[in-house]
């Protein structure tokens, strides 16, 4: 074997060896986002959870009466945002939840 063909064995073997590791670090990243996925559905689920006991609770105040020109606090404030972004996430979620599985369906 020339020194040629010896180079050309080492560098196809290389090749390789990158490309397992592209893979390996491929499976790791899918991983990672996975990971990342379920806490973050985990996150919407609690945030939605948490503004539909604040819905329930602001029901059973709403007997007391409350001055017409009073500000909101900043607690109700932000738990109608969290629940507005809850319902956003869901949604957006759910989307792209489908369209990923139809795009899969279609490679199968």
Known sequence: M????LRKELLIAESEL???????DMAALTAEVRTLTDRAKSFGSIASSAA????ALAAF???K????DAKPSWLKTIL??????????LAFRSRGH???SKRSNSRA
């Open 80 to 89: 109608k945002g969290a629940g507005l972004i809850s319902t956003l996430w």
């Open 2 to 5: 020339n020194p040629l063909e």
């Open 65 to 68: 009466s409350v001055d017409a």
């Open 98 to 100: 489908d369209h990923e």
């Open 61 to 63: 105040k709403r007997g």
């Open 52 to 55: 539909v006991l604040v819905a």
């Open 18 to 24: 990158n490309r397992a590791q592209l893979a390996g």
